[in-house]
């Protein structure tokens, strides 16, 4: 238990934090400027109800643009502003792979209206080579410098060394780095973080994963222990809870599962991730917005507490 | 920062707990005998990714009834069933106060329906005498033990000793006990906890307050300290977030004010509060929805960190 007295003193070192902690939101420091600890018992400044100010981690909560596939990209946006969340994976059913640069250009003007960034494209799947090209000159006029895709198709049973290859020149010929999204036991091509990391190991290091800490789990691997395991290629995250570490197991509210958030949490904290923490929200699709707010919610506050 | 061991430490303390701790749901005792923690990087038991359970708390998460003021009770209860919350306030215009039997045997069967439980009635002004009998005879025909109330009207700056009289009689013939509502600088009557204080310590015991932590913050007062400070009579809960703690401050989602919920948490905790905790959200009130959803995730989130 913290008591009052560590509490004051870990707030005291909160503040001592601000100005080396250039990550510091401003709104925060100015929280702390007014209501800096002070005497106990005094109220106004030193009231102990009004919380310490709390540095921004290195990471930051996105949304898998896949969660809003039954939304046109005006009511996903809206819905951004109010649930203040500001990273988007761009998913192609709001911005098509032809889409030319006058397309381009009328998306990307909405997303700053938003004050949301398009940190990346994805899910995308390259079944071919032709493929690769197609999705690779697509990232280049998006202007992003992370594509998030499947290098093969639905129905595959095993990795395609062909698309493999060819992406890895792509990577090289553009820097915009290869996440391989997994899927769980729904789908045999890279059900799990493992099984990428084996195909990936040995590439370019700009390719990778987008560990879907759900589909993971539900496959049966360990999640927080693949994060480590494989935080130098870890280039995405698809943030979901889960009913079960199986197939039966279903998306579900974060907290309302079996998923360690502390522990996942603090986990980003020590491999130094860097990266988007996307929100997949796959239950209620119809309706999903509730579930994605509670989740963004449940989301902050361990982030907040575990610090 | 706790690591592997100490985390490993503490899931086999609350494994432990387990047999001890009757408030355990069902749910977390079964996944904990599913997923006790075993031999580090085995996979599914043991698995890191997967969380410990953590006991219940004795208080519990509510709804006080005035949340949903531009919405019916099939609304109210159909999204209180989606944020799988189960205590509501009832407000008067969910169910009058000259209700007769049938029309409340109707109401009680639809929270049945819903598995939510009606834990009170209120807030409910009472301005004189015949108020209070008004009062206490629908909370007798509704059948709580608590009413939250406020001795007078808006209007007020004074209380009103007839009136207060009266409630101390009615809370011993019927021992429904009285939860005087706090409003912050924009009511002269009772702005604040110390206000209620001074008027019920030396009545009968089962005179109290709802403790409105945002607007007591509001008026200046420390929500923490007065939480401590009158445990016993903190009768009800009202939790919200708020902007400032001045009368410039307003309701906002919780986590995105500026109230320490995690220390919040701790004192209800260490004062052996066994109420409901309800959320009274008076941000959006034409649509609250989301923002009710994002601040549930955020208290279940510090509750389940905190322990």
Redesign the interface.
């Known amino acids: 238990?913290?008591n009052r007295r560590t509490?004051l003193r870990s707030s005291l070192a909160s503040a001592a934090l601000l100005s080396l902690t250039p990550a510091f939101s401003k709104r925060e420091a100015e929280?702390s400027l007014l209501?800096a600890p002070s005497s106990e018992?005094k109220?106004?400044a030193g009231?102990?109800?009004?919380?310490?100010p709390v540095p921004d981690d290195d990471f930051h909560l996105g949304m898998a643009g896949y969660t809003f596939n039954k939304f046109d990209l005006d009511t996903t946006l809206a819905?951004m502003q109010?649930?203040?969340v500001h990273y988007l994976c761009i998913k192609d059913f709001h911005l098509p792979l032809d889409a030319n640069a006058e397309q381009i250009a009328a998306f990307k003007a909405k997303l700053a209206a938003a004050n949301v960034i398009g940190y990346a494209v994805g899910p995308i799947y390259m079944k071919d080579v032709a493929a690769v090209d197609i999705a690779y000159a697509y990232a280049q006029r998006v202007g992003v410098d992370l594509l998030v895709g499947v290098p093969g198709t639905w129905g595959d049973t095993a990795p395609n060394r062909e698309v493999l290859d060819r992406i890895e020149q792509k990577v090289r010929e553009t820097n915009i780095r290869l996440a391989i999204h997994l899927h769980g036991p729904d789908m045999a091509l890279y059900p799990d973080a493992t099984s990428i990391w084996e195909d990936v190991k040995d590439r370019d290091p700009r390719m990778g994963m987008c560990l879907d800490?759900g589909h993971n789990?539900r496959y049966?691997?360990?999640?927080?222990?693949d994060l480590k395991r494989y935080a130098k290629r870890v280039l995405d995250i698809h943030l979901k809870d889960v009913t079960a570490?199986t197939k039966a197991g279903h998306a579900i509210?974060?907290?309302?599962g079996?998923?360690?958030?502390?522990?996942?949490i603090?986990m980003l904290r020590k491999v130094g991730y860097k990266g988007s923490v996307s929100l997949e929200y796959e239950k209620d699709m119809n309706d999903p917005?509730?579930?994605i707010?509670?989740?963004?919610?449940?989301?902050?506050?361990?982030q907040?507490?575990?610090r």
Not at 47 to 52: A, E, H, Q
Not at 293 to 302: D, H, I, K, M, P
Request: proline content about 4%; glycine content about 10%; charged content about 25%.
């Open positions: 238990m913290v509490f929280m209501f018992g109220e106004g009231n102990s109800t009004i919380k310490s819905f109010k649930i203040d800490i789990l049966g691997s360990d999640s927080i222990r570490p509210e974060l907290g309302r079996i998923i360690d958030f502390p522990l996942f603090k917005f509730n579930g707010a509670e989740s963004v919610g449940y989301f902050r506050a361990v907040k507490t575990t």
